[in-house]
């Protein structure tokens, strides 16, 4: 499995939705609503490079998303 940390910024007063929505997602481990620049972090274990494509792009259609960064291990 490859770790794939998720760093994701949200709308105001969208946190806690978002993070409902990014908990069911498939792949995802673990939500931590957080302070700082980012909102949520995302711990996520994915079983190869090709699904990053569409473990970010069920992130982004949780509510409230603005902005993403992904951190995967080497």
């Known amino acids: 499995m ?3 940390i998720v760093l ?3 709308e105001q007063k969208t946190v ?3 993070a409902k929505a990014i908990e069911e997602i ?3 481990k673990n939500v931590h609503v957080v302070t700082g620049p980012y ?3 995302a711990y996520t274990e994915i079983p190869s490079r090709s699904n990053i494509r569409r473990l970010v792009s069920d992130i982004h259609e949780a ?3 603005v ?3 992904t951190c995967m291990s080497v």
Do not use: H, L
């Open 2 to 4: 490859i770790v794939v």
């Open 8 to 10: 994701i910024q949200v």
């Open 16 to 18: 806690g939705e978002a």
């Open 26 to 28: 498939e792949y995802v």
């Open 39 to 41: 909102d949520i972090i």
């Open 63 to 65: 509510p409230g998303i």
């Open 67 to 69: 902005r993403t960064e």
